[in-house]
């Protein structure tokens, strides 16, 4: 609003509207219709609907952000998004205007999520969507193209199967995907080279076209090689936004950085390159743990944190923070400072308890934080969902750590994504049937063309839970 206010657009769009010209608004575009917006505010919307935009109320028993392919209700004939009432759409964000007997004259469909909040509106040729079209696959496309969708069944907020790009530079210089076996990508061979698995644009196409409801990608040596200075990862990801229309996550990393000249990089800038590429969400890694080790030990948000800037610039829907912790069996729980539990399995020397510990660097280097720990000072400090995966579990395809993802979905109230060890099509099932996750990542399996994306959906449905078809 600043910027359209500053520039005399507001004005202008407001006029345009009030002619009826055809507009379409999309996410925030639908919000700043509104009288006022809480957002960082409260903001002064365009002020042509009559309501304010407010944050998800996490009470009502919903996680918040709402990120991930829900269902809409379409209570108004609004010509664009007639044929999509049955079929999921991408949403992600923190805020939402509500249905009132003021601008009901207004909402075409609303959505469901804690509560009822409006998804699109229309009047006359003036359109606007609180989900992503562009980023809801084929059904997204039909609306922008004005064509019909196939026929689907989406009655509320899918769980989600993302598929994971690990790519790096191998000794020949090309960037290629990889996956390790508890993080070491490198074959045991004599040549000892990086396993590669395929090209990162090539793969994520493919993934898309599988039904993939996201495709992440983690730059698994950004740890040390500059992400800036890595220009093939910025032009994998402009190629890939080019033809897969879900939403795409990149990390690796993301961090203030000094060069070899003396320029200083700001953790933000970097963010802003990879959002400039064609990124939907970033994800940080080892600065995120440099953050909350920080935050616990002071007790005071510093605000200067790669994590706390780049979620107050662009909003927590857009940061991931990804955990790695490695399991650390224990016999007696009272062994460590940090949130232990006991596990389903006992240790190899019959421990009965665990914690996890967080570590850096891909796994290198082990710090002085659990992962419950991490997990509950990243969401204060401004993450919007946590990718959790297991160094003991990676690449063992003998199903996800299911004490780890329990513990940290139940103990935070912003979505969480399920990582490492997916080998079968069961092993998706049980992670959403015992735990709280919001969605399963799963790379090797994938790669390795051993489960297809299609199958995983299938065996979810037949199971009975929802997913996007
Ligand atoms: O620390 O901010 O630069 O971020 C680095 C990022 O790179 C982190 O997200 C970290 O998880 C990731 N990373 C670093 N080293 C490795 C490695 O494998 N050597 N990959 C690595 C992490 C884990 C998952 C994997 C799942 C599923 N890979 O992403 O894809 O475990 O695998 P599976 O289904 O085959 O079991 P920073």
Redesign the pocket.
């Known amino acids: 609003m600043d910027v359209l206010n500053k520039t005399g657009m507001g004005e202008a769009l407001s006029s345009y509207i009030e002619q009826d010209r055809p507009f379409l608004g999309i996410c925030l575009g639908l919000q700043l219709l509104f009288e006022s917006s809480d957002e960082n505010g409260p903001v002064k919307g365009l002020g042509l609907i009559p309501g304010v935009v407010g944050r998800f109320d996490s009470s009502n028993g919903v996680r918040v952000p709402h990120i991930g392919w829900n269902a809409i209700q379409i209570t108004r004939e609004s010509q664009i998004l007639d044929d999509i009432g049955n079929r999921h759409v991408y949403f992600v964000h923190s805020y939402r205007a509500m249905p009132s007997d003021d601008n009901r004259e207004w909402v075409s469909s609303t959505c469901n999520y804690g509560d009822n909040f409006i998804a699109s509106i229309r009047r006359g040729n003036v359109h606007a969507v609180q989900f992503h079209p562009e980023k809801s696959g084929d059904v997204g496309l039909s609306v922008l193209r004005r064509q019909k969708p196939a026929q689907g069944k989406a009655s509320e907020l899918a769980k989600r199967v993302i598929a994971?790009l690990?790519v790096r530079t191998n000794d020949k210089g090309d960037l290629v995907v990889t996956?390790?076996d508890q993080?070491d990508?490198r074959e045991h061979t004599k040549e000892n080279e990086v396993r590669n698995l395929g090209k990162p644009v090539d793969l994520a196409g493919q993934y898309y076209k599988d039904g993939a409801d996201e495709v992440s990608f983690?730059n698994?040596t950004?740890?040390r090689d500059f992400p800036l200075g890595d220009l093939p990862m910025l032009q994998v990801l402009r190629h890939a936004s080019e033809n897969v229309f879900v939403p795409l996550t990149v990390?690796?990393?993301?961090r203030d950085f000094t060069d070899a000249n003396g320029r200083y990089y700001s953790s933000l800038e970097v963010a802003a390159e990879y959002f400039r590429s064609g990124a939907d969400k970033i994800?940080?890694?080892?600065?995120a743990v440099y953050a909350a080790e920080e935050y616990l030990k002071t007790k005071v948000k510093s605000g200067k944190s790669s994590l706390e800037q780049i979620s107050r610039v662009y909003g927590n829907q857009a940061v991931v923070v990804?955990i790695?912790p490695r399991r650390v069996y224990l016999k007696d729980p009272k062994d460590v400072e940090f949130k232990s539990i006991r596990v389903t399995n006992p240790g190899p020397n019959g421990e009965q308890y665990a914690w996890y510990q967080c570590t850096?660097?891909?796994?290198r280097e082990g710090r002085p934080i659990g992962a419950y720990e991490l997990a509950k000072a990243v969401e204060e400090l401004g993450a919007g969902e946590i990718l959790l995966?297991c160094i003991d579990?990676?690449?063992q395809g003998k199903g996800f750590d299911i004490d780890l993802i329990k513990l940290i979905s139940d103990a935070v109230s912003i979505p969480v994504i399920a990582?490492?060890?997916?080998g079968a099509v069961e092993h998706f099932s049980e992670v959403f049937s015992k735990t709280n996750a919001s969605a399963a990542?799963?790379?090797?399996?994938f790669h390795r063309k051993e489960v297809p994306i299609q199958s995983v959906k299938e065996h979810l449905l037949q199971e009975g839970i929802e997913v996007r078809m």
């Open positions: 994971c690990d996956k390790g993080y990508v983690l698994i950004g740890f990390g690796g990393g993301i994800s940080i890694g080892s600065d990804s790695d850096v660097n891909g796994g995966n579990c990676d690449g990582s490492s060890g997916a990542l799963a790379a090797g399996i």
